[in-house]
């Protein structure tokens, strides 16, 4: 308990300088509480409740539209906790209203919570933990035999729960969180360390059940890990579709941080060739490609690309501008051939 106390003592004591009121870790509750249980939530989108224009200097959309639509909808300015509280009131009356929507998409969620798909909440970590080692790339999906291999193990350990009882607390404490707010593969991998000792634990109790031919116990258990790989390969809202655009379009956008303009351009043009209508929080894609591209030279290629951006946003001076400067490196060589 003193450890825990020690960690987040600092933040409470920052969020009370700051703030001005005592919030232990973070006022962003009551949003993404909102998020996991509204009308429209399906259980695994981090999705803002609108949304909200934003310019050069980027801020989490969630929280500007959350702050925008609280202050709103009370008539003032609210603080931190308050505009959670806000969003708390939202959920609860939802919630109170569609009792049975709710324990309906509560469901959704504890299915969604043992499928073999790591859920992306805009990073997709398979993809990155791939990208930065390819040799994964030769490895099976290990969520696909460690979610129902585990979870049969925290069923024949039950009988020892005592002795087991932080493995069972952190799973159980993990998937309330889940359940609560909506599943995330950033959320659940917090759990899979306790799953793994568990899948260990159903492996060597299998072994041992087959050596010693008992097969009673053996057949419920491999019927056990039968069942939950089959609703691990369920593809809810199409998750198992998911492509890969976001995640190379922000390797592309930490490469240019680097200085390395080739691979930048190359990674963002492979995720708009994926999704040319590509969202990015931090800035239009296709601007980004353009201003890649007018640095590396090409510029007929980066007036394509802005060329693009202007007609997914025509009022935007800034890319008007640009534009124009592109074409006007274009046209220097031949006003420079006829001078």
Same mark, same amino acid.
């Given at each position: 308990?003193?450890?825990?106390?020690?960690?987040?003592?600092?933040?409470?004591?920052?969020?009370?300088?700051?703030?001005?009121?005592?919030?232990?870790?973070?006022?962003?509750?009551?949003?993404?509480?909102?998020?996991?249980?509204?009308?429209?939530?399906?259980?695994?989108?981090?999705?803002?409740?609108?949304?909200?224009?934003?310019?050069?200097?980027?801020?989490?959309?969630? $929280?500007?539209? %959350? &702050?925008?639509? #609280?202050?709103?909808?009370?008539?003032?300015?609210? +603080?931190?906790?308050? !505009?959670?509280?806000?969003?708390?009131?939202?959920?609860?009356?939802?919630?109170?209203?569609?009792?049975?929507?709710?324990?309906?998409?509560?469901?959704?969620?504890?299915?969604?919570?043992?499928?073999?798909?790591?859920?992306?909440?805009?990073?997709?970590? $398979?993809?990155? %933990? &791939?990208?930065? #080692?390819?040799?994964?790339?030769?490895?099976?999906? +290990?969520?696909?035999? !460690?979610?129902?291999?585990?979870?049969?193990?925290?069923?024949?350990?039950?009988?020892?729960?005592?002795?087991?009882?932080?493995?069972?607390?952190?799973?159980?404490?993990?998937?309330?969180?889940?359940?609560?707010?909506?599943?995330?593969?950033?959320?659940?991998?917090?759990?899979?360390?306790?799953?793994?000792?568990?899948?260990?634990?159903?492996?060597?109790?299998?072994?041992?059940?087959?050596?010693?031919?008992?097969?009673?116990?053996?057949?419920?258990?491999?019927?056990?890990?039968?069942?939950?790989?089959?609703?691990?390969?369920?593809?809810?809202?199409?998750?198992?579709?998911?492509?890969?655009?976001?995640?190379?379009?922000?390797?592309?956008?930490?490469?240019?941080?680097?200085?390395?303009?080739?691979?930048?351009?190359?990674?963002?043009?492979?995720?708009?060739?994926?999704?040319?209508?590509?969202?990015?929080?931090?800035?239009?894609?296709?601007?980004?490609?353009?201003?890649?591209?007018?640095?590396?030279?090409?510029?007929?290629?980066?007036?394509?690309?802005?060329?693009?951006?202007?007609?997914?946003?025509?009022?935007?001076?800034?890319?008007?501008?640009?534009?124009?400067?592109?074409?006007?490196?274009?046209?220097?060589?031949?006003?420079?051939?006829?001078?």
């Amino acid at each position: 308990i003193l450890g825990v106390v020690l960690c987040i003592a600092p933040v409470s004591i920052r969020n009370l300088a700051v703030e001005g009121e005592w919030v232990t870790i973070s006022s962003h509750g009551g949003i993404n509480f909102f998020i996991g249980n509204n009308p429209t939530s399906d259980g695994h989108t981090a999705a803002a409740p609108m949304k909200i224009q934003y310019g050069e200097h980027y801020e989490d959309n969630v $929280l500007i539209s %959350a &702050k925008q639509i #609280a202050e709103s909808a009370e008539g003032r300015a609210l +603080s931190g906790s308050e !505009i959670s509280r806000f969003w708390y009131r939202e959920s609860y009356r939802y919630i109170l209203s569609n009792p049975l929507d709710w324990l309906k998409l509560i469901a959704k969620k504890l299915v969604l919570s043992v499928n073999a798909t790591e859920i992306t909440n805009y990073r997709d970590m $398979l993809f990155f %933990a &791939k990208t930065a #080692a390819p040799v994964l790339n030769l490895l099976f999906n +290990s969520t696909l035999f !460690i979610i129902p291999l585990g979870v049969t193990g925290m069923v024949i350990a039950w009988p020892k729960r005592k002795e087991w009882g932080a493995l069972y607390a952190l799973c159980w404490a993990t998937l309330a969180v889940l359940l609560i707010f909506f599943v995330t593969a950033r959320y659940r991998v917090i759990m899979m360390p306790a799953l793994l000792i568990f899948t260990g634990l159903s492996l060597f109790a299998m072994e041992r059940w087959l050596r010693n031919r008992k097969f009673t116990p053996l057949g419920i258990s491999i019927l056990s890990v039968a069942a939950l790989l089959a609703v691990g390969q369920l593809n809810i809202d199409g998750i198992k579709d998911l492509k890969p655009e976001g995640s190379l379009n922000l390797i592309g956008k930490l490469y240019i941080k680097k200085g390395n303009l080739k691979e930048a351009e190359a990674y963002i043009s492979k995720a708009l060739e994926i999704n040319p209508d590509l969202e990015d929080p931090y800035g239009d894609a296709w601007v980004n490609l353009g201003r890649l591209r007018f640095h590396l030279g090409n510029y007929d290629e980066a007036l394509t690309a802005y060329e693009t951006a202007l007609k997914r946003n025509p009022s935007s001076q800034e890319i008007q501008q640009e534009t124009e400067l592109v074409r006007k490196k274009i046209h220097e060589p031949a006003q420079t051939k006829t001078d």
